[in-house]
């Protein structure tokens, strides 16, 4: 069984910036794709950014030429720089991956989720 573990999180100022970094416990065969999800109180939650599994990577229009995602194949490791942090980015940030059901992703899949971590940006 597959853990997703997030850290990285904690209060900045507006303006300033986080790293936010996704570990998994336990061995991941395979993805169809991984991302950050947000979600601020009382707000459903939203995509931030994703990886296809295609490699083709896409942004939230409210992170575009702020935040950058990453990852590390070798092993398992999605990250989330994120600069010039507003106060609206104040939230529980999400780690995901997207994973075979069973051989292909076309089959069906299943979605992992962290434990999320906080990020304050205070004014």
């Known amino acids: 069984q597959v853990q997703l573990v997030e850290s990285g999180g904690g209060s900045v100022q507006a303006g300033g910036s986080l790293k936010l970094s996704c570990e998994s416990r336990g061995y991941l065969r395979s993805s169809c794709g991984m991302g950050w999800y947000r979600q601020a109180p009382g707000k459903e939650r939203e995509l931030v950014s994703r990886?296809?599994?295609?490699?083709?990577?896409r942004y939230a229009d409210f992170v575009k030429d702020r935040f950058t995602i990453s990852q590390d194949n070798a092993k398992f490791g999605l990250y989330l720089q994120m600069n010039s942090l507003q106060t609206e980015d104040t939230a529980v940030y999400y780690c995901?991956?997207?994973?075979?059901?069973?051989?292909?992703?076309?089959?069906?899949?299943?979605?992992?989720w962290g434990q999320g971590t906080q990020v304050t940006v205070s004014s």
């Open positions: 990886i296809g599994g295609d490699g083709i990577v």
């Open positions: 995901t991956v997207r994973t075979p059901r069973f051989k292909f992703c076309s089959e069906g899949t299943v979605d992992l």
